[in-house]
């Protein structure tokens, strides 16, 4: 067996070594959760139907797209930055490794460990008091393979993000762009049904789509059969893109690689 | 050429310092290692030496396949290490004494496991070697403490064990004692020294500690200003730049500098006196001729330490003794 494996447990016991922190963030998370619930229905009571949606299903996307923060880690961010910028990326590239697979296998051990601390609490939660939309077996499984595509494309941008630090010397910069975009175009801040014409068919179709939005929709069952199949087959392809980008964008990195610190 | 675990030949790295966004034209290149040839041999242990910023670190991750050279040729277990970084990374072991190749939030077992699985090391093999690591690096006490929690030196006693449970053939050390009490430094000394001798493992140690250099290394390389500017053995190195020894005398009381048969005090501070002994010198002969003539109450004999020599080389008072033609390439061959 290869060493991946072994980096996602072991990503996933790094992540799950303070739990108490964890819980800490999904109590902020479901709080917040139901701030924008309240929101929402507000929203739903005057436009009903808007974007297609009920207001339960308004509702339910509002606690997904809570449990979602941390897996999809939407608010941007991996560790690899910080060792990029103090020159520790040194120890990683002289692994027997390659830098992308070994980082996507930390980051899926991190995101199996914040579905279980932070995803469960906010969606239990709202369960017990709204009447969420609760889908049946299929769209459940549906909606796993849906989450895992979220996280692997979720990860591919947060990982070019943080190469772009072999070249900006400031991964400020970067990040706060990817964090607006991240945003605004994941249906975290409003879901992206209610925008409109071009605007909504422009934000449906970029990789942002696929963190929130897309998993939403699984798991309200709105997409079925073909549809569905359309759905996990945007997430895929947006999936191999990035991570095709990432493979090049380290190639280029080690041509012109400094390793900053002595 | 069988045995040779390194060769550089005209090795150079040069950095870009970009000026920011706005100043592309304010760009200035660093050449942080300049053309520096050399070769190290099978069961080796060189001390490659130099003052900050020589460009000592910027050759260890050329070395080690982080940084790709940017011109002249490196060969690593004849493997080129920026082409075939991983394959190389099978076969040497390096440990940047400043980082860790730990995880921080595990605790060290845990982390030599995982090392374990990155090299593909049998099970029986790596039980094997990690008991002798353990027993050699006293590592038992802190096996199960996460490694957040290990001191400076228990870390990197850790860091040593993980760059070697995969058995390489090649250790390239960058700066690992430093911070290191007396003892830690004892224990990793003696464990250098033992793998060298008993598995011949070949060492190439960085370090700015020289009682690392003076009990390890009997070949010693010193890059300058990103030059070789010296390649050859240890005790060499004292005679070829004139390593001198001085006369510390001290008289009963304040005198006039001392003159001696051509030798003269450098150096007066109240009834002491500096004199330094020309190579040719006997020492012996000084002494008597000095005891004879004044009121000596105690003499002491210093020999120039390799410190004051690194440090006069390092400063320019001395000349390097010999350029490094390639090293000990051509005498060996
Ligand atoms: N990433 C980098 N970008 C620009 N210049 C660099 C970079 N890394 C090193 N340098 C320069 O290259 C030169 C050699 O640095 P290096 O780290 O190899 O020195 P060193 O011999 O290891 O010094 P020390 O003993 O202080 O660790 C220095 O002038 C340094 O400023
Ligand atoms: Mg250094």
């Known amino acids: ?262 | 050429m069988g045995d040779a675990v390194i060769e550089a030949a005209a090795l150079t790295k040069t950095f870009t310092r970009a000026g920011g966004v706005l100043r592309r034209r304010a760009r200035t290149a660093v050449t942080a290692v300049d053309a520096v040839s050399f070769t190290v041999r099978r069961g080796e242990f060189v001390g490659y030496l130099g003052p900050n910023g020589a460009g000592k670190s910027t050759t260890i991750k050329m070395l080690t396949g982080i940084l790709a050279a940017s011109s002249g040729s490196l060969t690593v277990c004849g493997l080129d290490p920026s082409r075939r970084r991983t394959a190389l990374a099978r076969r040497i072991g390096v440990v940047f004494g400043q980082r860790t190749t730990l995880w921080w939030d595990l605790p060290l077992r845990d982390s030599l496991t995982l090392v374990r699985r990155l090299y593909r090391v049998e099970a029986a093999a790596h039980r094997t070697r990690l008991a002798e690591l353990t027993a050699l690096l006293e590592l038992e006490p802190f096996l199960a403490t996460p490694v957040r929690q290990l001191s400076l030196g228990q870390r990197m006693r850790g860091d040593l064990a993980a760059a070697l449970l995969h058995d390489p053939e090649l250790l390239v050390l960058d700066e690992p004692t430093i911070g290191l009490d007396v003892v830690s430094k004892a224990t990793v000394r003696e464990f250098l020294a033992r793998i060298n001798a008993e598995r011949g493992t070949t060492i190439l140690l960085t370090t700015h500690d020289l009682g690392d250099i003076e009990r390890l290394c009997r070949r010693v390389m010193i890059i300058d200003h990103g030059r070789l500017a010296y390649d050859g053995g240890l005790g060499e190195l004292r005679r070829t730049v004139g390593a001198d020894r001085v006369l510390v005398v001290e008289l009963d009381r304040p005198a006039p500098p001392i003159a001696l048969d051509g030798i003269e005090a450098e150096r007066a501070d109240g009834p002491r006196q500096w004199l330094r002994l020309p190579p040719a010198a006997n020492a012996a002969a000084v002494i008597a001729a000095l005891a004879a003539r004044y009121d000596v109450r105690d003499i002491a004999l210093r020999e120039t330490g390799i410190e004051d020599v690194l440090a006069s080389l390092y400063r320019g008072d001395r000349a390097y003794g010999r350029p490094a033609p390639g090293g000990q390439r051509s005498s060996a061959e």
Request: aromatic fraction near 12%; hydrophobic fraction near 60%; glycine fraction near 12%.
């Open chain 1, 1 to 262: 067996m290869g060493v991946l494996p072994w980096a996602w447990w072991f990503g996933f016991r790094r992540h799950s070594a303070y739990p108490l922190g964890a819980l800490a963030e999904a109590v902020t998370n479901t709080a917040f959760g139901f701030m924008r619930a309240y929101v929402l229905l507000a929203l739903w009571a005057a436009r009903p139907a808007l974007g297609g949606y009920d207001a339960a299903d308004a509702v339910t996307f509002c606690f997904i797209t809570q449990a979602l923060i941390g897996p999809v880690q939407i608010f941007g961010g991996i560790d690899l930055t910080e060792r990029i910028r103090t020159g520790d990326v040194a120890i990683d590239l002289h692994r027997p490794v390659g830098l992308q697979g070994w980082w996507l296998a930390d980051d899926l051990g991190r995101a199996a460990a914040a579905l279980l601390l932070r995803g469960g609490p906010p969606l239990l939660a709202g369960a017990l008091v709204f009447p969420l939309t609760v889908p049946g077996p299929a769209a459940s499984a549906a909606f796993a393979a849906a989450v895992l595509l979220a996280v692997v494309v979720g990860f591919a941008l947060r990982y070019l993000v943080a190469l772009s630090a072999f070249w900006v010397h400031d991964h400020r910069g970067p990040e706060a762009v990817a964090l607006v975009l991240s945003l605004f175009f994941s249906g975290m801040i409003l879901p992206l049904v209610v925008f409109p014409g071009a605007l909504g068919s422009a934000a449906m179709a970029l990789p942002w789509a696929a963190l929130i939005q897309v998993p939403a929709d699984v798991f309200l069952g709105r997409r079925t059969g073909a549809g569905l199949l359309g759905a996990l087959g945007f997430q895929a392809g947006w999936a191999l893109v990035l991570l095709g980008a990432g493979a090049l964008l380290t190639r280029a990195a080690r041509r012109r690689l400094v390793v900053h610190g002595g």
